[in-house]
């Protein structure tokens, strides 16, 4: 438990950089106005973070993430335990509407990048995406920040 609480830890240690979003044919352009992801070796796991308007449902239900470098991408959420240790969880669905801020940052929900295609070095770029329920995808490159 101490180790996994460390790893968190670790893993939310990190600097947030500028970046931009993307349009693609099938998905939506992705106004990060915070973005950046951790670097990590193949195999390992990385953690994503940027912030996300949503602009095109009234409502809608955020429900999964994407990317092509890693063979997992979960949605987590940090919180404190009872007894002041910091934790991680997966999180499930997430309601939105019209206007709101998806924000995945240090110390609250972000993406967990999960075994590693390559490794992930400074200066490089990530793509991910957010599926939502209505079939919506967003879509944003991060760069690789240096620790």
């Not at 998905?27 to 994503?48: L, N």
């Not at 992930?120 to 920040?145: A, C, H, N, Q, W």
């Amino acid at each position: 438990m101490k180790y996994l609480c460390l790893t968190a830890l670790s893993i939310l240690s990190i600097l947030i950089v500028a970046g931009c979003g993307t349009k693609t044919k099938e998905t939506e352009t992705a106004p990060a106005t915070i973005d950046g992801v951790r670097p990590a070796t193949q195999g390992m796991m990385s953690t994503a973070y940027f912030k996300l308007v949503i602009e095109h449902a009234d409502t809608d239900t955020l429900i999964s993430a994407e990317s092509e470098i890693a063979g997992d991408v979960q949605i987590h959420e940090s919180y404190m335990t009872e007894d002041g240790m910091a934790g991680m969880r997966e999180v499930g669905l997430v309601a939105v509407s019209r206007g709101d801020s998806l924000i995945f940052e240090r110390g609250g929900m972000h993406l967990m990048l999960l075994d590693l295609k390559q490794d992930l070095d400074p200066g490089d770029t990530v793509r991910v995406e957010l599926l939502f329920s209505s079939g919506k995808k967003y879509s944003s490159i991060l760069t690789v920040f240096d620790n």
